[in-house]
């Protein structure tokens, strides 16, 4: 499909990263302590609390188009539903629990509960869940269809990454959190922009839905049993987010983390109409298309007038940028002061927080280049490190889940190698080309059922729930 931009919609994509630029150098460079830098002080107010987390939720937005286009009632159901559940249980088990740990990060919180050892390693399965490379790459497809399909992706993921690298480095999680009080608004902007015109072309919703194949009405999509309860048990990864405890442990206070993630879920549902209703309008208004997961921006190249065509892709920008900026930030973060700061205790750690956000930017890249399918290999590895992380992380704020330290590493260990075995097994023995499963069984079930029978036999029985003096703190926000 041939791109069509006007000087009109160039002029609206500068401004949207001028705009960017400015947001993030509202604040001298400094050299800040640790709190400030990773987590805004913890002073963090509930409207930034809750645009911060609603736009870095929705990153891999071209694979919503893809989904919703092919099976429409189903992409909610899979992709929106189960992960309602586990933030609303996030909200009241963990969150105000995560903001009176005076842990900076996951591993940390690991470390100071489970020993060291139980730290470093953790770090690394975090490390591997929070790579910016997916974002990264969409945002070279994106880019490579802007500029006419002219150009590597290769160039264009690079650029990406260096602009992001630029103003994360230089402002920090204050950068990361300003910029996504802008990207929250334009996102939602572009999708209701395309959700009027594609109204306008098409018809009403309720015409939509009278018009479409019977399987877009199927919750299940047509899918088996097995695979929509895998969806659900990945929803899971919400426990484990470092997304979610970044924003918590920021929060002024504790009851704002918990309210900014029930208020989230209420925006979530909102853009989840949107976006899945204009998939679906995509079905009806382009056909059949070679590349599903271009189905927003093939959309819009279409049925959007000039102006009303820059403001969606800025709003597709924002959306993935948003991710792309907090999973870059939690990258670098991990990698300097949770795994390399033990080899360079001299070194500052904002400063090798900052060093460390270029190398996993470079070290995303990389990945890209070995793998261009990198979105469905951090799926797949996501899905790995689900098991060996999950129970812990659960142990350090609640009782019930938590192990005795001599359990620790072997139940993270051996239910991540059994998940990665049983992954690197159903590749092997794979007939159709690629596949994460061995024996029909997802590499995910076998290694977080090894988790729950260690904990079976090295759950702390005799655990007391661990409770931080923030005394001060409530007195002075009252």
Known sequence: MQFNFSFIDW???????????WLSIKKKWQDV??????????????????????????????????????????????MGFPYY??????????????RKNPALSIPEALSNQYGSKAGGIS?????????????????????QFMFGNHGSILIYSILVSLFSILYISFGGFDAVVRTDDLQVILMYLGFFVLLFFAWHVYGSPVKLW????????????????????????????????????????????????????????????????????????????????????????YMANKILPFGMRGIFYVALLATIMSTLDSFLFLSGQTLGRDLLAK????AHRVTLTRISVSLAAALAILLIVIYPSVISLWYVIGSAMLPGLLIPVLGV???????????????????????????VMGTIHSTGGYSESFLGIEPFYPGIFTSIFLWMFGRDKDAEETVFDLTNAEKETG
């Open 33 to 78: 302590d640790e709190e400030t830098f990773l987590l805004s002080g913890r002073k963090m107010t509930l409207p930034a609390f809750i645009a911060t987390l609603v736009s870095t939720w929705y990153g891999g937005i071209l694979g919503v188009g893809e989904y919703s286009y092919q099976f429409g009632l189903s992409e909610w159901f899979l």
């Open 397 to 423: 704020y609640l009782p019930l889940f938590r192990l005795k330290q001599k359990y620790v590493l072997p139940s993270m260990i051996l239910s991540t190698g059994i998940s990665v075995l049983w992954l």
């Open 210 to 297: 009278n018009n479409v194949p019977v399987k877009y009405k199927d919750l299940s999509g047509g899918h088996s049993l097995q695979y929509i309860i895998v969806w659900f048990f990945i929803a899971l990864w919400t426990f484990v987010s470092p997304s979610f405890h970044q924003r918590a442990a920021a929060a002024r206070t504790p009851e704002i983390a918990k309210k900014g993630i029930i208020y989230s879920v209420m925006f979530w549902t909102v853009f989840d109409f949107l976006s899945l209703s204009c998939g679906v309008y995509g079905l009806k208004i382009l056909g059949h298309i070679d590349k599903p997961a271009m189905v927003y921006p």
């Open 11 to 21: 002029a609206i994509v500068l401004a949207y990263f001028i705009a960017i630029v």
């Open 85 to 98: 559940i586990f933030s609303i249980l996030f909200a009241y088990l963990l969150a105000k629990k995560i």
């Open 123 to 143: 770090s690394i399965g975090v490390f591997i869940l929070i790579s910016p490379a997916p974002y990264i790459l969409m945002l070279g497809l994106l880019f």
């Open 343 to 346: 080899f360079f205790p001299k």
